[in-house]
DNA sequence: TTTACTGTACCGACTGGTCGGCACAGTAAA
DNA sequence: TTTACTGTGCCGACCAGTCGGTACAGTAAA
């Protein structure tokens, strides 16, 4: 009992380093998954450590070894839906002609796609809205980013408007209040898709 | 200390009686209020019911006398939220000319209102989205009944896109991740009261 | 007397985070 | 081959704080 034998403690702490990652890829793949998991079935408010240990069939001090804190796990979570979601955007591009506007058709594409596929963006959204202005500040960083994208090609019109509208339809669906049925929703997103695909004549006549 | 001569526990409970308000009108419009400011000031997450109390000037017994339960402040908040924009937006169709459409004029205009006014809706639609689906429910059910209204006299995909594109700007500004600065979200307005004035030519050809 | 509170004390559940310690793989001296 | 030691990865008990809700005595106006 005499001091500590175990457990350094002395050490410097340096105000958080690039979140040097702890522990097995694995388990921290594994935990994330679990995070996205519980967030989808319970919602963001039931996203606690122990919900996600449990989920991940780990301890609560596996989960705290792997992300120092709840803020570094939600960090790590934003940081891998949005790089699968750059990423699932850019392979639908690659699958296109090399055209003006070909980003934007991908985006829209991309995030129209049938939302009970477990892209599983949905829960983790909202458990970082809620939360710290940090992680917002990262969401809002990746829709600038991804605007200019979608714009760098076409008419500032063509892609605010599709993306406003792309954004809408998502962003209700995400909260499960879009008052669209199922044969509406065919017929939105085929105007998303035209939308993203021409020019309209200038509707501010 | 002897067993636990507190907490009842042994209550029926009655399954929720019809919520009959309690209190003075002009109390639950104060702490109603002071919700409002509470969420707008430290987020969604610092909604608590002491902090309502306090804001209110009231006490929190004050508090649970006029609303039974925080779902049941919840609700009122929501109720009183949907209300006043339904209001709004009647009153800005009232100032316009009858003609099909007017509704989803002035729903448009209503929406892409300055933000930093202060319609309140903000900071209290996030503290509700994140909590029972019951609530939840009830936005749903005022969205599905605002496209009818909008919808009712215009063609269907000239009222679902100004919809979507409408609600994706006001969405995206109530989380603040738009991308838009201030001179690319004017043109952005002037889009959507455009899209809500005229019927696009058919795009999907 | 009833209504509408105030004010305070407290409970129980839950939450993020800490901490001591353990299993085990590797290693390297004996 | 055995023994001793080290660092990593993780467990699980625990802690302090927070929050919704309860209980109840007191009070002041109608």
Redesign the pocket.
């Known amino acids: 009992?005499s001091a500590?034998?175990?457990?350094?403690?002395l050490k410097p702490v340096a105000a958080k380093p690039p979140q040097a990652p702890?522990?097995?890829p694995?388990?921290?793949e594994t935990m994330l998954d679990a995070a996205v998991a519980v967030a989808l079935e319970q919602g963001a408010?039931?996203?606690?450590?122990?919900?996600v240990?449990r989920r991940a069939?780990?301890?609560?001090?596996?989960?705290?070894?792997?992300f120092?804190?709840?803020?570094?796990?939600l960090e790590a979570l934003l940081e891998r839906l949005t790089s699968h979601n750059r990423q699932a955007s850019e392979a639908i591009a690659a699958e296109l002609p090399d055209q003006p506007g070909r980003a934007l058709k991908a985006y829209v594409m991309n995030s129209v796609r049938d939302p009970d596929e477990d892209d599983r963006v949905s829960g983790a959204l909202v458990a970082v809205v809620n939360g710290s202005p940090e992680l917002l500040q990262r969401v809002a960083g990746y829709f600038s980013q991804r605007f200019e994208i979608i714009s760098g090609d076409v008419s500032f019109d063509r892609a605010a408007l599709a993306h406003v509208a792309t954004e809408g339809l998502w962003l209700m669906e995400l909260f499960q209040i879009s008052p669209f049925n199922a044969v509406q929703r065919a017929r939105v997103v085929q105007l998303l898709s035209a939308l993203a695909e021409q020019d309209l004549p200038d509707v501010t006549a």
């Open positions: 009992m500590k034998p175990t457990t350094a403690a702890r522990g097995r694995s388990s921290r408010g039931k996203l606690t450590l122990d919900a240990a069939g780990a301890s609560k001090g596996g989960v705290m070894y792997n120092p804190t709840k803020e570094a796990l």
